[in-house]
């Protein structure tokens, strides 16, 4: 393995690193959006809008994403809805998390028991206070460990949008390697990248979790 | 006390789905200042009747009115209604990710748009009386039962409820702290604060209450002063539980 190869194709990942950053911040913020959609009809057992969100739980979460992503990519436009591969990417990575977040936020809500509910609405406070003040902290630090799962699940995932091309760390390992044929050297710039993004994830993860624990619970 | 009605209820009916009636036509009025305190054998209906009245269980009929409006699990101008009626739990409920002094203040703050620091003055003065000024800045899990419901207590009376329903407040605590608590709740009686409690603490119902209710299945079986109630109790059912709570000693 060559280190002049490396140095050479460090701004070419780094380049990759930013687009698998971007896509992945965006599919995460957005897929906690939906998660918080969908876990939030169903807590409430919002009719209709609740089979909607079971409908499309389970659909997401029983299909490959790079299923979706060319279902997205490749089928949609022939309905008339053609997106840049970016835009793509993002929807696919949404698609698929909304689902998981969902889940992940629903077994938090679930675990917070009724009667924090009732001695909340007790004291005065409407369905919105109580969900705001009472019942959303404590089931966000429960579902704490899974959503952060998640996260890094999510980063992960962003490898597929190689397949419409869209240029990720991913994809410029797997460009370099059918240009240069220097596998070793772009697999082991794709792992340290990889890990580079990941490993403070994970680290942050598991330092807020401690956190929220110490934070007064197990009450 | 005075002869002014705060809560009434009237021909309370109340059944969970699909079993027999848990309350069967419960009638009684509640005076401004009076401490009335429910009694009866487990599953007769008393902390059902409570939660009754504090809206947190639909009923099938009859009526529970607070100075005339009426409660109900849905009714309109709920939140406004269950602000001056202060409810403590068994289980105590505080609120575990936040310190005592916010779980005492949420309310204040958020529902009755109280300042920020006259609400903190509030829970320090109403702390500093339960004895737990220094435990302000700790959390719920820090403390013990006893005084975990004395802030329980405390959390309720900084929404100035009216009246204060304590259900089966001291069940869960070890002996040595049912004391604690106890005397709180003894504190607030000779202040004039209206109270309903479920208890089954009998020396205590004995010494603070005005009136007892004794209910079994679904019904008042009996309603009369506290003297009365455990030296001549006039039914079966009423000395059959009295005699639950004592021992004699045997030969």
């Known amino acids: 393995m060559s280190v002049d190869i490396l140095l050479e194709y460090l701004p070419l990942f780094a380049q990759g690193a930013l687009v698998t950053l971007k896509i992945s911040a965006a599919g995460i913020i957005l897929s906690l959006l939906v998660g918080l959609v969908c876990c939030y009809v169903q807590y409430y057992r919002v009719p209709v809008l609740r089979q909607i969100a079971k409908g499309y739980i389970e659909l997401s979460r029983n299909t490959p994403m790079l299923v979706q992503l060319f279902f997205i990519y490749f089928g949609l436009p022939k309905i008339g809805l053609s997106w840049s591969r970016e835009v793509c990417a993002i929807a696919a990575l949404v698609f698929l998390g909304g689902s998981y977040m969902a889940e992940a936020m629903r077994s938090g809500l679930e675990a917070v028991d009724v009667i924090q509910t009732e001695s909340a609405v007790s004291l005065g406070m409407n369905r919105f206070q109580v969900m705001r003040f009472v019942v959303f902290p404590q089931a966000m630090a429960i579902a704490l460990p899974a959503i952060s799962a998640n996260v890094v699940f999510l980063i992960k995932e962003t490898s597929v949008v190689s397949a419409i091309a869209l240029a990720d760390l991913m994809y410029v390992a797997k460009d370099l390697i059918g240009n240069d044929y220097n596998t070793s050297e772009a697999l082991f710039m794709l792992v340290v990248f990889y890990l580079l993004i990941l490993l403070p994830v994970s680290l942050l993860a598991s330092y807020a979790e401690r956190r929220i624990r110490y934070a007064g619970y197990g009450a | ?251």
Do not use: W
Not at chain 2, 137 to 150: C, D, I, N, W
Not at chain 2, 220 to 240: G, Y
């Open chain 2, 1 to 251: 006390m005075t002869d002014e009605i705060l809560l009434s209820v009237k021909d309370l009916v109340k059944s969970y789905e699909g079993t027999s009636e848990v309350l069967n036509g419960i009638s009684l009025d509640i005076h401004k200042g009076e401490v009335v305190v429910v009694l009866g054998p487990s599953g007769c209906g008393k902390s059902t009747l409570l939660r009754c009245m504090n809206g947190l269980e639909e009923y099938q009929s009859g009526s529970i009115t607070l100075d005339g409006e009426k409660i109900t699990k849905n009714g309109a101008n709920m939140t406004a209604l269950r602000q001056r009626i202060g409810m403590v739990f068994q289980s105590y409920e505080l609120f575990p990710h936040l310190s005592i002094q916010d779980n005492i203040t949420l309310a204040p703050v958020q529902v009755q748009k109280v300042p920020k620091e006259q609400a903190q003055a509030e829970a320090e003065r109403l702390l500093e009386r339960v004895d737990l000024l220094d435990k302000r800045t700790a959390y719920p899990r820090q403390l013990s039962g006893g005084q975990k419901q004395r802030v329980a207590i405390v959390r309720a009376l900084a929404m100035h409820p009216e009246v204060m329903l304590f259900d089966e407040v001291t069940a869960a605590l070890d002996p040595e702290m049912v004391r604690e608590v106890l005397d709180v709740m003894l504190t607030l009686a000779e202040q004039g604060m209206t109270m309903v409690i479920v208890t089954h603490e009998m020396n205590f119902a004995r010494a603070v209450a005005d009136r007892i209710v004794f209910i079994d299945g679904g019904v008042i079986v009996e309603e009369t002063d506290p003297e009365t109630f455990f030296e001549h109790p006039s039914t079966e059912r009423a000395k059959q539980f009295l005699k639950t709570f004592t021992f004699e000693k045997k030969a």
